[in-house]
């Protein structure tokens, strides 16, 4: 199966911009890339996702590498509400998470 | 309102007893998920559902056993033969289309705490 790898953790400052890499270099044709994040003792909540080509929303954005063996999920302004785990999946038929990325907000 | 129901929020259960986690969806989602989480862990697939009356072993299936008889309904046994139960549970669901399914979103319940006493 195609895995991801992300930083374990990752610092920002509040209202500056944060990006989040993520690297799947066996991802599939088919496996389209999502983004999830985790408060404590929550269920994930959608981001975003995409296949081939950048995707904005009102949450985020991604920025996917030509080969599509990265991504790269972008927070324009960071607040103190964004502090979560953030996960970065391959999606086929199935939905497996790694480990995330923990993101700290400092104020 | 529309969403993922999982209940109970805390379950205790004693050593050699089985218990049963329930969730329920009102989204007319076909496919749906459980998953454990162990304290500072990501997520590890349990079983996953696509339709009605067929399901499919995860990567840690082993002690677990699943049933999907209605749509909206997707209950996970956590048995004795599961040595180490005590974890953070959730179920998620989507909808399915065969072939397509990776482009749908996944949506998760609020989670079910069990603790072996």
């Known amino acids: 199966d195609a895995k991801t790898t992300q930083p374990n953790s990752m610092e920002s400052n509040e209202e500056e911009p944060v990006h989040l890499p993520c690297n799947h270099s066996?991802?599939?044709?088919?496996?389209?890339i999502h983004w999830y994040r985790q408060l404590p003792s929550q269920g994930p909540e959608y981001v975003i996702h995409?296949?081939?080509s950048n995707v904005n929303n009102r949450m985020a954005s991604l920025a996917i590498a030509e080969d599509r063996k990265s991504s790269t999920l972008i927070l324009h302004r960071a607040t103190l509400r964004d502090a979560a785990v953030y996960y970065c999946i391959l999606r086929g038929n199935d939905m497996r998470f790694g480990a995330g990325t923990r993101l700290t907000v400092k104020p | 309102d529309g969403g993922i129901t999982q209940s109970p929020k805390y379950l205790f259960r004693k050593e050699g007893q089985n218990v049963t986690l329930s969730c329920e969806q009102n989204l007319n989602h076909d496919a749906m998920y459980w998953y454990r989480q162990d304290p500072g862990q990501g997520l590890r697939l349990i079983y996953y559902s696509q339709i009605v009356n067929d399901f499919q072993k995860g990567d840690i299936a082993e002690g677990y056993s699943v049933s999907r008889e209605k749509k909206e309904s997707f209950p996970l046994t956590v048995t004795s033969a599961q040595k180490n139960p005590t974890a953070f549970y959730l179920c998620?669901?989507?909808?399915?289309?065969?072939?397509?399914?990776?482009?749908?979103?996944?949506?998760f319940g609020e989670g079910s705490w069990l603790t072996v006493v």
């Open positions: 995409g296949l081939t």
């Open positions: 998620a669901s989507s909808m399915a289309a065969f072939g397509l399914l990776g482009r749908n979103t996944i949506y």
């Open positions: 066996t991802i599939s044709g088919t496996d389209y």
